[in-house]
């Protein structure tokens, strides 16, 4: 079974035929797929899976906090399953392809308090850019 799968059922989600596709084509390392990418892969596997199942699904797992929603290019949402590991992204600029990265460090700490404006942080969100090997 996969973690996500495994996540999903110790929180006592209940796992229908649709629920169980969408989560099996989330699950994976560097996995970042669009709400449209997980519709024609789930389709694959379940022909009778419908768009606004998929995209329901998609709000749950967002909602539960066992997916993250990441935009790094201002416009289609992506889906990234590695919800419980704080992590940065590599993307490249050309392709759009997207790593997760897990650098040394705590980022919260490396803010400088005259930076921080009084503010208390909670979270970093980061992206790195640059051009992957296939596209060099």
């Avoid at 629920?19 to 560097?30: F, I, K, M, S, T």
């Avoid at 789930?42 to 329901?56: D, F, G, H, K, M």
């Avoid at 797992?61 to 949402?77: F, I």
């Avoid at 990265?101 to 921080?116: F, N």
Wanted: net charge negative; charged share 25%.
């Amino acid at each position: 079974m996969s973690d996500l799968l495994e996540r999903l059922r110790g929180r006592g989600w209940r796992m229908t035929a649709q629920r169980r596709v969408v989560a099996e084509v989330l699950d994976g390392e560097h996995v970042h797929l669009t709400a449209d990418e997980v519709l024609a892969r789930a389709t694959a596997r379940l022909p009778e899976i419908s768009r606004a199942t998929v995209y329901n699904t998609l709000g749950e797992l967002v909602a539960l906090g066992e997916v993250v929603e990441v935009t790094t290019d201002g416009r289609a949402k992506r889906y990234d399953p590695n919800a419980h590991r704080p992590h940065h992204h590599l993307v490249c600029s050309h392709c759009g392809a997207i790593r997760d990265v897990h650098p040394g460090g705590d980022p919260l700490a490396e803010l400088p308090a005259s930076e921080r404006f009084g503010f208390t942080l909670s979270a970093v969100e980061m992206t790195y850019w640059g051009v992957c090997p296939d596209c060099r």
